[in-house]
T-cell receptor, first 111, second 116 residues
């Protein structure tokens, strides 16, 4: 079975401080991992995916298969980063991009 | 053009009523998904369509839930005899053609269903 764990419901940091949103997963095969973000009053949208190995809005995430983790990091938090962040896992099944989401972490960046 | 469109944005139903939630995906997106998001939880998969074919309905919680996409574009999620535990935000998402397991999902704003 697929499972995604985000241990923190709320993470509060000061502007300019480093951010790390934790994500651990459980999956027997080779997973595809994503981070989705939901800003206030906006729809859920893709932030980044591990297969692209990209940095979006200063955020990066490295897949660590040994620790089954996909933590989201940013060296210097900005006020506009305040949002709800969801880690998601897609298994290689015939069911399209059937994502399993974590419960989310609310990031609050304080001035 | 516009993104994924869902209607209504809010729906209040009395327990036992039937409801129908509509999703209009992005033009050209063959894959369409329905998710249910309870308060304080992440979205949970309900069902998946590729064009008009419903390829996976393993997440539908009971036979009161039914989804269709007859012409491969607009989709409707119907809930019969609503119960209080059906109260949630129902999200629709679509994705473009491509390698399905890493195509990004484009979400709608959701329909917030409250069953009283």
């Amino acid at each position: 079975a697929q499972r995604v764990t985000q241990p923190e419901k709320l993470l509060s940091v000061f502007k300019g401080a480093p951010v790390e949103l934790k994500c651990n997963y459980s999956y027997s095969g080779s997973p595809e991992l994503f981070w989705y973000v939901q800003y206030s009053r906006q729809r859920l949208q893709l932030l980044l995916r591990h297969i692209s190995r990209e940095s979006i809005k200063g955020f990066t995430a490295d897949l660590n298969k040994g620790e089954t983790s996909f933590h989201l990091k940013k060296p210097f938090a900005q006020e506009e980063d305040s949002a709800m962040y969801y880690c998601a896992l897609s298994g290689l099944t015939g069911g399209g991009n059937k994502l399993t989401f974590g419960t989310g972490t609310q990031l609050k960046v304080e001035l | 053009g516009a993104g994924v469109s869902q209607s209504p944005r809010y729906k209040v139903a009395k327990r036992g009523q039937d409801v129908a939630l509509r999703c209009d995906p992005i033009s050209g997106h063959v894959s369409l998904f329905w998710y249910q998001q309870a308060l304080g939880q992440g979205p949970e998969f309900l069902t998946y369509f590729q064009n008009e074919a419903q390829l996976d309905k393993s997440g539908l919680p009971s036979d009161r839930f039914f989804a269709e996409r007859p012409e491969g574009s607009v989709s409707t999620l119907k809930i019969q005899r609503t119960q209080q535990e059906d109260s949630a935000v129902y999200l629709c998402a679509s994705s473009p053609p491509g390698i399905p397991y890493n195509s990004p999902l484009h979400f709608g704003n959701g329909t917030r269903l409250t069953v009283t």
